[in-house]
């Protein structure tokens, strides 16, 4: 290995790993600073992959119990075996390690394994992860910290599967489903672990302080999950605060204490509490007061429009950052930064374009501005919203809950939003998401034919309801 680099990346996530192939690619000599052996970083250990894994082993599950026998599909004795959904979820991700240690290899990018500490402006100390002594140096002339976040907790309480308060870490790598868990937190984590236990059997309680659970999504896609989710017998209480949390029964149980905005309290029990009330950012040993790299009040690094923290030779990306906490935005970020600072200046990144998704059952996507944005904004605008039930496609599988909205300039007709709750939504946003960096109309989307059945076909007829209030198939 070298001890001089063009570019040193911290952390190898999906943003920290994507930008050193970039950057690999464009030419620069480059390496990365991971603390952990595997690479990949929150997502694919802890995170997206594995928690995909498991949503859909637990759907086929509860779909075989309560659905297949609609299409004329029986089971004797359906029963689930946990560890077996386990043992495939870490197989899905080990491999995945594998994989991306391959395009490490296959890029010439060099690993370092240790923590990555500032000195200097250019000059990087890698520490050992548990002693913090140092183990080696080596020179930059670019860096991207990309270290990612971390659940964040009650000030008052410690994630431990032990003592059942546990994170979305812990609950992908337990070895029993509880019987009741209460979930603090009706975010995307909150809704697809939720989901999760749901199907495989336990009694399952969303805590949301919001008005609405996912309440930084359009006001439709809350109202219209919540209900979706209730029918499937999980319970989402809103408007309140948690005043307490402790261990009761010997801690065989954990209790949890509530008060309404209305003034009731309750203790609601169960056998596991899952905290998922956001991330904060990992910045943890990086040395950044050594030279002067400046955070908010949050603790997020500050950067400017191309992504360049206090100090223009270091750039940062991702959950460190804050926005959206998504993988694909840190993606982006990362060969946004790679691009720039080689001097091919990009366009500017679109955080408005950047989808959410969230994998329950059905799907929930959205990109673009919420209805209540656009009216914050002033902006006149048109809304049409067609229902999944409507389509021959959604009746053929079974799947016929949800909707599709979108929403566009009242007097130009550009497309400003889409809202999709649905079976695939998650792979439908990107046709939104496509037509509005295009600034595609709802005219437009109209006129391109869509095949036949499909669930696309949404888009088509919610268009024309958009622009001329009416529509083919309700």
Known sequence: MNNSYDLVVIGSGPGGYIS??????????????EKYTNLGGTCLNVGCIPSKCILDSSKFFYLSKNDYSSHGIFFEKLSFDFKKMIDRKNKIVNDLNIGI????????????QGIGSFDEKNILSI???KSLKQKE???FKYCIISTGSKPLCLPYLNFSIKNRIISSTEALHMDEIPKKIIIIGGGIIGLELGSIFNRLGSEVIILEVMDNIISNMDHSLSKGIQKILEKSSIQIENSLSIT?????DNNEKVSVFVKYNNGKKIKIIGDYCLISIGRSPYTKNLGLENIGIKKDKKGFI??????????NNIYAIGDVIGGKMLAHKAEEEGLYAVEHMIGQI???????LIPSVIYTHPEVASVGYTENEIKKNKIEYNIGTFPMKALGRARASGSMDGFLKIISNKKTDEILGVHIIGDRAADMIMEATVAMEFRSSSEDIYRICHPHPTYSESFKEASL???ENRSIHI
């Open 101 to 112: 240690k391959y395009l490490m290899k296959k890029n010439k990018i060099d690993l370092y």
């Open 127 to 129: 520490k050992e992860i």
């Open 465 to 467: 309801l958009n622009f």
């Open 137 to 139: 140096k080596i020179q």
């Open 302 to 311: 500050l950067v400017n429009e191309f992504l360049q923290s206090s100090i």
């Open 346 to 352: 990009p366009n500017k990144l679109n955080y408005n």
């Open 244 to 248: 307490n949390v402790k261990l009761e």
């Open 20 to 33: 050193a192939i970039r950057a690999s690619q464009l030419g620069l000599n480059t390496a990365i600073v």
